[in-house]
């Protein structure tokens, strides 16, 4: 019996400090809040300094990049300089008081291996990055192989085997794979999600046009999802199995490069 009561009395301290511990934590979240909110909307809207990251020259138009980093601010020439290879970020320039986007020329995207061939044309397609944006592209293409193993060479995902129009990020992709087979979202919700995190400056970049040729590709019984909804008319059974003999044949190479085989 008196066991039995040490036990219970352990417990009682057990929880006693535990809630002691809890109400610590919350007092001092509470003490720092207002600090992290101001902080945190400076780092948003605020230039943090007026001097380029990479030439250190005074801006008379800061421009930055946060893809690249919190800090990554630019003159304008810099800016062009740090992307003169095919990307996915996007650019704000600060005008009125705070950030805005702003498109800018990109480079042409090539295959990776330096192919050259006569029958090299360049085609404007739509690319979805990893957290959802999209962003026009123009990628090169030629007669050699099909339009869609070139988006592979890129590491991006055709919307279609034969109409090359959106070209999706595999690490989204993935991204999606695991959230459906982990957590059982559907495809749709995966968009939904997309929706809600992305920023309004990146919603409705594109002209009716592109617009109208989402809608085209959508089922009707999507066609209300904004952004992301050609992610919703996407078959993933196809990107699963590539995937799978994906990490299959990694699997092969790590072993043989360590003497298994």
Known sequence: MKSQFFFSDTLDETE??????KRKRLENWAAITDELV?????VLFTPPHSQCIRCMQSLDQVCRCMDCGTSAVYCRECL????SLPHLHKFEMFKIGTFVCVDTDTPVWRRPDNHVCQTSYCQQIVVMNEQGRQHK?????????????TMIRSYLWPSSPKNLIIGFHIG???????LLL?????????CESLKATLSKHH??????EVQMLYSRKMQPSVTHIPIPSPLAKLQISSFKAYISDRR???KVKIRIGIGEF
């Open 16 to 21: 006693v400090s535990y809630r002691e511990k």
């Open 38 to 42: 101001q902080v945190g909307t400076a």
């Open 80 to 83: 062009d300089i740090c992307h």
């Open 137 to 149: 592209r123009i990628i090169e293409l030629c007669g050699c192989e099909s339009a869609a193993v």
């Open 172 to 178: 989204l992709l993935e991204r999606m794979t695991a």
């Open 182 to 190: 982990e957590c059982h979202v559907s495809t749709k919700g995966f």
């Open 203 to 208: 919603k409705g970049l594109f002209d009716s």
């Open 248 to 250: 299959r044949k990694l």
